[in-house]
């Protein structure tokens, strides 16, 4: 034990400084979301930022799972439809008043399907927006991580369901909508969904629920149960060893990326007027783990953070270049993943440390 | 004492290959066993099965009367069986403190882990005080040297409180100085626990050990004292002498 002991302790830096450049941090993020850019941004833009702040929702559950956990998951689309479905279903019933919505009639829908009922009522459509998705993935989660199923295997299986679901969905064009989804709603709450005011207090509404979830996901990572995540996501067989349940660690985890990428489906669908199985089907799902990569996985901040900017590239390439977008996200993705595994996030905290030792010396 | 484990005919065959044969193996309540054999022979394989890593073909395991069949890994762990590895698993993210409060947390509820950990529990502050880690508490446990992550493996191992500790070859590659240190920390620790040790080492086993038993080709060769074991021609022959061929020399007193 000399060895040990002969060793010089390296100082830790005090962390209260560090945790209260986080909050300042934070705070005036939170203060640029919603003060200034509802300010600054016309209707538009502000729509298209909410539309963002939706995805960054689910990226932070991406987030969660995969650069904490371990899960690659490359299905979050299924939540975020479960979520978004849940929502449509509540806004066409409430525009339709007591008769049947507009495209069961065009589809030669003659009864409301059962499945829909309880979407009347939005105190449980709302509950649903929460409650499918938290059920689907405890459900799967329970089924997947007890029989070990992981790494490639599992990011195959997340795959292979947000195919299913699409399948599913346009194949039941009565019950779903079919390809071209839940579009069509006119009334919010009480508020015209199209007017401005509505639009912008949906986009108040996103951002908050992104800050409140990132605080609760913050917490969750900085917790005894984030240690432990990450001592599943690098040693899964040796937590066994310490008591613990991998597998359960793993199901609550997953099933909480769920919901929140349920949540945000929820939101998305009065912010941006619809949805449709083509919003999450496999590309869109894996859309957003390529941007979870881009902004860096191991950080929350990393993933709402690509999720923005991939969202703004997405718009400004789709409009100026079309064909290219899609080639020009894969070599991203590889380029981020060999080159820069941490992310923007690693990288500005890698030039930052640079100016400061250039800084000091 | 009553008998603490209890392992009958144990068998286990790897793709033909009987790794275990036929082991009856009892430790009786604060136990501290010495468990030697060449290379080979299945001392690790019959911890994994005692903890649950692999699966026995034939044969039972009981702890303290009660079968452990069909009771996966950190079920085991939570009646109190530990173990460390051969090659030490720590989590390299981690700082050694949290690696040791991680290894003392599992008996807490699952919601009770959300909250963040407050201060240095106990039981984590004697681990490292134990382990001599306490001025590396702060620093990711990737950092450390080999015995260092040993250390840390032990240390965990300890904040988990079990009844029965399970240690594959603790000191391997340790100085001198950290194998005495250890020698004497496992002693303290059998005063009121039961222990199984696999070791090599020969000097180590004479300065620490009381009963050994010597595992060859799966099957118990013998058990007894260090003496009648280190004077047994069957275990000079099959171990002492393999040891010498292959040129170990801290194996040979
Ligand atoms: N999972 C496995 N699959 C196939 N063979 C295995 C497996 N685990 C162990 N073995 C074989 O079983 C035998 C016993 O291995 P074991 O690791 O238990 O030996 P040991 O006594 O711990 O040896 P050492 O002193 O080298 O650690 C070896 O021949 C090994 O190759
Ligand atoms: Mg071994």
Not at chain 1, 71 to 89: D, E, I, K, S
Not at chain 2, 14 to 30: H, K, M, P, Q
Not at chain 2, 146 to 174: S, T
Request: charged share 20%; glycine share 10%.
């Amino acid at each position: 034990m000399t060895a040990v002991l002969e060793k010089k302790p390296v100082q830790v830096a005090p962390k209260e400084p560090r945790r209260w450049k986080g909050a300042a941090l934070f705070a005036a993020v939170a203060v640029v979301a919603l003060v200034v850019m509802p300010l600054v941004l016309e209707p538009f833009r502000l729509g298209l930022l909410a539309k963002y702040l939706c995805y960054a929702i689910v990226a932070l559950g991406i987030g969660l799972a995969w650069g904490q956990g371990g899960m690659l998951t490359l299905g979050q689309g299924v939540f975020f439809g479960l979520g978004g479905y849940a929502m449509g279903m509540y806004l066409k019933l409430n525009d339709a008043g007591g008769d049947l919505p507009d495209f069961m009639v065009w589809s030669g829908v003659e009864q409301l399907p059962a499945l829909w009922a309880p979407f009347r009522n939005p105190v449980l459509a709302l509950a649903m927006v929460v409650l499918v998705p938290l059920v689907v993935a405890a459900l799967l989660g329970t089924l997947v991580f007890r029989q070990r199923v992981r790494g490639a295997y599992f990011a195959i299986l997340t795959q292979a369901l947000a195919a299913a679901m699409v399948i599913l969905l346009v194949g039941q064009q009565g019950l779903t909508g079919g390809t071209n989804g839940l579009t069509n709603f006119f009334d919010f709450f009480g508020n015209d969904i199209s007017a401005e005011s509505t639009q912008r207090g949906l986009y108040l509404t996103v951002a908050i629920v992104l800050g409140v979830l990132y605080l609760a996901a913050w917490q969750l990572v900085r917790s005894r149960f984030g240690r432990l995540l990450l001592a599943v996501r690098d040693g899964e067989d040796r937590v066994r060893f310490l008591g613990y349940n991998p597998a359960t660690v793993k199901t609550i985890t997953f099933t909480i990326s769920a919901v929140m990428a349920g949540i945000a489906g929820a939101l998305f669908v009065p912010v941006v007027g619809i949805i449709s199985p083509a919003l999450l089907g496999v590309v869109p799902s894996l859309e957003l783990v390529v941007a979870v990569a881009v902004g860096g996985r191991f950080a929350l901040a990393g993933a709402v953070l690509g999720a923005v900017v991939m969202g703004y590239a997405k718009t400004y390439f789709s409009e100026e270049l079309p064909d290219a977008w899609l080639y020009l996200q894969g070599a991203l993705f590889i380029l981020v993943m060999t080159l820069a595994p941490k992310g923007i996030v690693g990288v500005a905290g890698a030039l930052r440390d640079r100016f400061r030792k250039e800084a000091a010396a | 004492m009553s008998a603490l484990l209890e392992v009958r005919d144990l068998s286990v065959v790897f793709d033909g290959f009987r790794a275990i044969d036929g082991v009856d193996f009892t430790v009786r309540e604060g136990e501290l066993r010495f468990l030697i054999g060449p290379n080979g022979a299945g001392k690790t394989t019959l911890i994994d099965i005692i903890t649950g890593l692999t699966r026995p073909t034939t044969g039972t395991v009981s702890f303290d009367g009660q079968s452990l069949a069909g009771k996966r890994e950190h079920e085991r762990v939570r009646l109190g069986i530990g173990r460390t590895f051969q090659t030490s698993v720590v989590f390299e993210e981690l700082t050694v403190l949290e690696n040791l409060d991680l290894a003392a947390s599992f008996r807490r509820p699952l919601l009770s882990l959300l909250a963040r950990r407050n201060g240095v529990s106990e039981t984590v502050q004697r681990a490292l005080e134990t382990t001599g880690l306490t001025e590396l508490a702060a620093r990711k446990a990737g950092v450390l040297s080999h015995g260092q992550r040993q250390w840390l493996e032990i240390g965990m191992l300890i904040a988990q409180g079990p009844r029965l500790l399970l240690l594959d070859e603790p000191v391997a590659g340790m100085s001198g100085d950290e194998r005495s240190r250890t020698g004497e920390l496992l002693t303290s620790i059998a005063k009121d626990h039961t222990v199984i040790v696999i070791e090599h080492d020969m000097e180590f086993l004479r300065r620490y050990a009381s009963q050994v038993t010597v595992l060859h080709e799966g099957k118990v060769l013998m058990e007894g004292s260090v003496e009648e074991v280190r004077a047994d021609p069957r275990v000079q022959e099959v171990y002492l002498g393999r040891a010498r061929e292959e040129a170990a020399h801290d194996v040979v007193s």
